[in-house]
């Protein structure tokens, strides 16, 4: 076992990504972490509001749903933007990956 570094309060959802990475919410943004080395790898911002859901895909693209009522995906590791997906009429609580892929 690897110990994380870093602030772990308020951790409210984890996420495994397939690169050795692992995504927390925490204090309503997301952090990344090294499962390789237990380095904190960034935080990742862009919501307006606390982020509430976290979904990672096999790809390493990484969702996070927010109170801002927005998706914000990323390409994995390094954070990058790609877009965001609006349209939702409240807070987003929960995202799931199918097996093909789709995003709920």
């Known amino acids: 076992p690897r110990e994380l570094r870093g602030d772990w309060r308020n951790v409210e959802r ?3 990504g ?14 990344v972490w090294s499962t390789r080395d237990g380095k904190l ?10 982020v ?7 790809d390493s693209t990484l969702y996070s749903g927010s109170f801002d009522r ?5 390409r994995g590791q390094n954070g990058n ?6 349209g939702h009429t409240g807070g987003v609580y ?8 789709n995003v709920f």
């Open 94 to 101: 929960a995202l799931a990956i199918g097996a093909n892929g």
């Open 70 to 74: 927005t998706v914000r995906v990323r």
């Open 41 to 50: 790898l960034g935080i990742l911002g862009g919501h307006f509001a606390k």
């Open 81 to 86: 933007h790609l877009r965001t997906l609006t």
């Open 52 to 58: 509430l859901s976290l979904a990672v895909a096999e």
């Open 14 to 16: 984890l996420a495994l």
């Open 18 to 31: 397939p690169n050795e990475t692992m995504y927390a919410l925490c204090d309503g943004m997301v952090r």
